[in-house]
């Protein structure tokens, strides 16, 4: 089975950065994503890492490492609208259907 | 496209009273998923579907069943609705193949047992 931790919530001002970090533990790994969910949407694809290593999509990059069974989300340049919960969700290796297991999310809030 | 769509957005229910969430897709997905989402809890897959006619169990399918008569349609049944079933109910889709293939969510529904 998985077990995926991430932190409960995190606090940071605008225009800062924030890291988000997410720790799991999988018998087999095909994938990690992140997702964000505004309150009371939908969560909406955010990234997607299979190899080592940091994929970056303009203020947000995340972080792959397998061995460690580690990843982390860094939102850089922080703006109001990225107050929001982030989702990390494993998919096992050969999961039928393209399974996801998700974390129990982290709630950013962005102060001013 | 309207992408993930689903029926109804909110409703409160008896405790013992039936329902049926209607799940709808139009990019022909073949892949389809309901989860629910409770406070603290991340979102937990109910049951999910590999494409028509099939459907199967996932992580907390107990006091729900599910049909997939269509493609498009991914239908979620509760026969007898318990307070525990208060939750936000999402729907999922996914194109065939691993890789780089994400979910998308439909709106949910919020659903209030008494």
């Known amino acids: 089975g998985q077990n995926i931790d991430q932190p409960t919530e995190m606090t940071a001002t605008e225009g800062a950065i924030v890291q988000i970090n997410c720790t799991y533990q999988t018998s087999g790994f095909n994938g990690l994503f992140w997702y964000q969910q505004h309150a009371g949407e939908a969560p909406t694809f955010l990234s997607y890492?299979?190899?080592?290593g940091l994929e970056e999509k303009g203020r947000f990059s995340s972080f792959l490492s397998r061995s460690k069974g580690y990843s982390y989300l860094l939102l850089k340049e922080l703006q109001m609208k990225d107050s929001a919960s982030y989702l990390c969700a494993v998919r096992p290796y050969k999961a039928a259907g393209n399974k996801l297991t998700f974390g129990g999310g982290t709630r950013v809030l962005v102060k001013p | 496209n309207a992408g993930v769509t689903q029926t109804p957005k909110f409703r409160v229910l008896k405790t013992g009273q039936s329902m049926t969430l209607l799940c709808a897709q139009d990019m022909n997905h073949e892949y389809m998923y309901w989860y629910r989402q409770d406070p603290g809890m991340g979102l937990r897959l109910i049951h999910y579907s590999v494409g028509e006619g099939t459907t199967a169990k996932g992580e907390v399918p107990d006091g729900y069943n599910v049909s997939r008569l269509k493609k498009q349609n991914f239908l979620l049944g509760l026969e007898s609705a318990a307070p525990s079933q208060t939750s936000v109910y999402f729907c999922?889709?996914?194109?065939?193949?691993?890789?780089?293939?994400?979910?998308?969510f439909g709106p949910g529904t919020r659903l209030t047992v008494l």
């Open positions: 999922a889709s996914s194109p065939l193949g691993q890789g780089y293939n994400e979910q998308f």
């Open positions: 890492n299979v190899l080592d």
